[in-house]
């Protein structure tokens, strides 16, 4: 039985790849080894194989702080919570709403990407994709753009709010 599948496999090897099962397997295990160096070469290296990193007995997780809350306050008052105060939240408009983004300092705080919009609204921003000081203000009259890009702002600001 297993001398027959064994044969069947060589004939098969023989008629699709038109090699001989000597060279086929060959080929196939310094394909294999090749996969292999190469991905090694590119993983980082604390990994090992795909193995995740268990959290440590000792090792302790910081609970997130509460979301603040700073009432009603001006354009002007919203300026100082831009990062630049490490003590202060880091805080965001979008369309009149304040959002707390202080979890994602390192998007939003000083340095990060979307630092500019720290500390203002930035709902002019977001809607023309746009990344201008000019247009970092909650002013949305004017744009040139369908109503359903407007509707998409509001799904974003109703969603960051959950």
Not at 41 to 68: C, M, T
Not at 85 to 107: C, E, H, N, T, W
Not at 129 to 138: Q, V
Request: aromatic content about 10%; proline content about 6%; glycine content about 8%.
């Amino acid at each position: 039985m297993v001398l027959q599948f064994w044969e069947t496999i060589k004939e098969s090897i023989t008629a699709y790849t038109g090699l001989s099962p000597a060279t086929f397997f060959t080929f196939l295990v310094l394909g294999l080894t090749l996969y292999y160096v190469v991905s090694s070469l590119f993983a980082s290296s604390g990994d090992s194989h795909n193995h995740r990193r268990s959290v440590d007995v000792g090792e302790s997780v910081q609970p997130l702080p509460p979301p603040v809350d700073v009432g009603e306050i001006t354009a002007d008052e919203l300026k100082e919570y831009d990062g630049s105060d490490p003590k202060k939240p880091l805080l965001m408009a979008i369309k009149g709403q304040i959002y707390d983004v202080s979890q994602s300092r390192m998007f939003y705080g000083p340095g990060g990407p979307y630092a500019l919009f720290a500390g203002k609204d930035a709902s002019r921003a977001l809607a023309k994709m746009s990344f201008e000081d000019k247009d970092l203000k909650g002013d949305l009259t004017g744009l040139a753009c369908s109503s359903s890009r407007l509707y998409k702002i509001g799904n974003i600001s109703s969603r960051a709010s959950m």
